[in-house]
Structures are given as structure tokens and as C-alpha cells.
T-cell receptor
């Protein structure tokens, strides 16, 4: 079974440009999450999709970030226009929808996209 | 406010020794889960172990065990018999709240502990 994949693995862009990151979750996983780690800081949650719907987008830093998950399969995260502080590693994770009880329902992470804004 | 605190930014451990990575958390929820992930230099995040707030026994997975002290709100990871391949960044994370829908909420991460295993 293929894991979570992310594209590109690295992206170097100039301030003001647009970048689109893609995440392909594990097949059958309805939950899809975006996180990012800015240099030297914690991994921070950005948003959570359940199928094609945004369940929680409380972590999106501002309206320069736009996430979509059309059809409930892969997701894209667009940054437009990119700023210097957007540099970091963007992780995508996916998980099953669990049963109605407490269970751990692990999130499987992709390898991340390293974004550098110059 | 910081929800997950990992006070050790980095540590060295000798091969075959045990190492304890500290993690304390802050939540007012009664139901929550605690996770440890490993991130080697290659960058991927690897799930290691989970502890639920209602679990009465400490979680174990092979050489990994979780020292869960609920009253102290700590969830330390113990790696026994360290191997060179254990060199990595280790993240503690928490998911709060009872699942009320068929979906699972976000993870909140600590800053991580960089472990270097020496021969």
C-alpha cells in the first residue's frame, strides 16, 4: 500500500510568487491534514479535511493560504503571494475515519515539502 | 499557551543504553491521546507509540515504552537498548477531546528532542 505522497519535495521561489503544494493521502483515508514546521519551531496544524469538506481550518495563518480537496482525494495548498516567513516544511497527513469510541487512529505523514521563499 | 512541552532540545546517548525523552502536556479535557513520532534526517514522520488518557497500562511497542503519569501530565518516551538508527528528532504530540463526529482532530506537537546515538 502506498503511503502519503507529497509533491514537490522541495520548492524555492521568490517573495511574491505563487506556489502550490500537493498531497495524495493513503487510498481510502477520508481525513487529510496539513501541518507546517517553520525553522526551529514546533510543527503547527494548518487545517483538516474530512473528505472534501474543511473540518477545521483554525490553523491557517492568513488568506494568502488556500487549501482545496476537490472530490475528496488529493489536496492542494496554495500560497499566494508567498512571503519570507512562509518558508518551512509543509507536511500532509491522512487517517481513517474511526469508530465512535476513543481509539488512537494514527495519522500517517508524508515526507513533507520544503518551501524556501527568497 | 504551549500545550506540549519537550524540555530537552538535544541529547547524546551511547549505543545499547536506554534513553528517556521528556514530554509534559496541558489540557483540561478528560479524553485525549498522546503520540510519539520519530523524524530521521530523511524527513519522514514515523509513528512510534500511542497512549490514551483512559488507558490504565503504559503503552509499549518493541523497544519503545511510554511512561504515562496522568496526575503529573507527563508522557515520557523510553527507548531501551539504543541503536545507531535511533538517531533522529523525536516529537511528542497530543490530540484533545472526545470524538463527536466520524472524524479525528488535529495533533498538537512539542518542539522536539534531537537524539544522537553514539557508538
Amino acid at each position: 500500500e502506498a503511503g502519503v505522497t507529497q509533491f514537490p519535495s522541495h520548492s524555492v521561489i521568490e517573495k511574491g510568487q505563487t506556489v502550490t503544494l500537493r498531497c495524495d493521502p493513503i487510498s481510502g483515508h477520508d481525513n487529510l491534514y496539513w501541518y507546517r514546521r517553520v525553522m526551529g519551531k514546533e510543527i503547527k496544524f494548518l487545517l483538516h479535511f474530512v473528505k472534501e469538506s474543511k473540518q477545521d481550518e483554525s490553523g491557517m495563518p492568513n488568506n494568502r493560504f488556500l487549501a482545496e480537496r476537490t472530490g475528496g482525494t488529493y489536496s492542494t495548498l496554495k500560497v499566494q503571494p508567498a512571503e519570507l516567513e512562509d518558508s518551512g516544511v509543509y507536511f500532509c497527513a491522512s487517517s481513517h475515519i474511526g469508530l465512535r469510541k476513543i481509539s488512537y487512529n494514527e495519522q500517517f505523514f508524508g515526507p513533507g515539502t520544503r518551501l524556501t521563499v527568497l | 499557551a504551549q500545550k506540549i512541552t519537550q524540555t530537552q532540545p538535544g541529547m547524546f546517548v551511547q549505543e545499547k543504553e536506554a534513553v528517556t525523552l521528556d514530554c509534559t502536556y496541558d489540557t483540561s479535557d478528560q479524553s485525549y491521546g498522546l503520540f510519539w513520532y520519530k523524524q530521521p534526517s530523511s524527513g519522514e514522520m514515523i509513528f512510534l507509540i500511542y497512549q490514551g488518557s483512559y488507558d490504565e497500562q503504559n503503552a509499549t511497542e518493541g523497544r519503545y515504552s511510554l511512561n504515562f503519569q496522568k496526575a503529573r501530565k507527563s508522557a515520557n518516551l523510553v527507548i531501551s537498548a539504543s541503536q545507531l538508527g535511533d538517531s533522529a528528532m523525536y516529537f511528542c504530540a497530543m490530540r484533545e477531546g472526545i470524538m463527536t463526529t466520524d472524524s479525528w482532530g488535529k495533533l498538537q506537537f512539542g518542539a522536539g528532542t534531537q537524539v544522537v546515538v553514539t557508538p
